[in-house]
């Protein structure tokens, strides 16, 4: 069993940092302030974010997970200016949260319990995929009607993906060919071509090629290999 990093496609939504003629920043204010939840809050979020994940619905996905928020952290934490943040953020609104689950072979998630549940409840969710596993542990925000998953915590990559992010903007700001390279790459893996996939990645630049997400790929990329790849 083998440690899987997040799908490639999660990864190739900070393209949006690049989307064209996004100038407003319509929607960019103050990050929500956290309310606490209960275990019985988190049970739930964590029931919806399984059952979401293993359907792979785009609406369940977008009512449980907050990725506009996840994507504000990711540009907040690098420093974009507002015209830029506001760019990545709708940008990654249009990708959605089914990017985490548009896989083959497709994840599996799994509920396992709230953690914390007396402090900072938190569900475990497990990802099995093919050979690999993978752990998340979900943030949440209450709002006034539900509470969301407003971060993920990611075993393999021993971080927020909202962190995952802002490392991936960094080393993108001066690698435009990357809006070209890490689509093709999403497409490659899909499709099987893992060869083309491996080409692609020697193409980045050594900033992004360095990020922890990256390097997450392409230990999962040499899994798909096969032992002796994986174990190089």
């Known amino acids: 069993m083998r440690m899987w990093s997040l799908p490639v496609g999660v990864l190739a939504v900070v393209l949006a940092l690049f989307a064209a003629g ?30 979401a994940m293993n359907k792979c619905d785009r609406g369940d996905l977008e009512r449980v997970l907050d990725f506009r928020l996840i994507a504000e952290k990711a540009a907040r934490i690098r420093g974009l200016s507002a015209n830029d943040r506001a760019a990545f953020i709708r940008g990654t609104e249009q990708s959605g949260g089914a990017s985490l689950c548009s896989q083959d072979p497709a994840p599996k998630a799994r509920f396992l319990r709230v953690l914390n549940p007396d402090t900072d409840p938190s569900p475990l969710i497990r990802i099995l995929q093919g050979e690999g596993v993978n752990y998340q542990q979900l943030e949440l925000s209450k709002g006034k009607d539900r509470t969301t998953v407003s971060d993920i915590y990611v075993y393999a990559t021993g971080e927020n993906l909202s962190v995952t992010f802002a490392d991936m903007i960094g080393g993108m700001m001066n690698n435009k060919s990357a809006v070209d390279d890490l689509p093709n790459l999403r497409r490659q893996f899909q499709s099987g071509d893992y060869e083309g996939a491996s080409a692609t990645l020697a193409k980045l ?9 990256v390097m997450m790929v392409k230990v999962q990329l040499a899994g798909m290999q096969g032992d002796d790849k994986y174990r190089a």
């Open 22 to 51: 996004c100038k407003d920043t319509d929607g960019i204010g103050a990050l929500p302030k956290r309310v606490p939840t209960t275990a019985d809050d988190a049970a739930e979020v964590g029931r919806a974010y399984e059952k």
């Open 205 to 213: 630049s050594p900033a992004l090629a360095k990020t922890k997400g």
